[in-house]
């Protein structure tokens, strides 16, 4: 009785199961394509940070970084950097050092600080540090007391060199 009420009622001409099933499958096919979309990054950007580049500092733009992104440290900079962004399991942000090899020598951006005790702060889950040196510059209490403090899950932090620090390092 309620399925010949509700038929009355609604202005809508019957659907027949095949178009009924067409529908299931655009609405599968939609929801599949939101769910893909929203789950990887739309506009990654990678920024370059170092002397004579448009960035001097990670810091300048550490708040407008987002999942996806990669920061290209490009030579030695002195900065204290705040991160409390974080990117996704498939997009982290990523800080990355523009290694390259002199003989036998790795040479990685330096970093050392410009203010507080620490060079960088990572609060944010899902990020990956590659390829720098901190730099502590030795001097006894006056030295920062870590180079690297994180707060986020899922950070990872390759092929970096930590010296000179009063608490050595991380």
Request: charged content about 25%; some cysteine; overall charge neutral.
């Amino acid at each position: 009785h309620t399925v010949m009420l509700l038929a009355a009622f609604c202005p809508c001409p019957p659907v027949s199961n095949a178009e009924v099933d067409k529908m299931r499958v655009k609405a599968f096919v939609l929801s599949l394509v939101c769910i893909i979309s929203l789950s990887s990054p739309l506009a990654a950007r990678e920024y370059r940070v170092g002397p004579g580049e448009e960035i001097a500092r990670i810091s300048d733009i550490a708040e407008t970084l987002e999942p996806g992104d990669t920061v290209l440290v490009t030579g030695d900079i002195r900065d204290t950097v705040d991160l409390t962004r974080g990117g996704y399991h498939n997009a982290p942000i990523t800080i990355r050092g523009l290694t390259r090899v002199e003989g036998s020598h790795i040479i990685r951006p330096r970093m050392t600080r410009s203010r507080s005790n620490y060079i960088m702060s990572i609060r944010g889950d899902w990020v990956v540090v590659e390829g720098i040196e901190f730099d502590g510059e030795p001097g006894g209490e006056d030295s920062p007391r870590m180079s690297l403090s994180t707060g986020g899950a899922n950070i990872v932090v390759r092929n970096c060199r930590f010296y000179g620090f009063y608490y050595r390092g991380l």
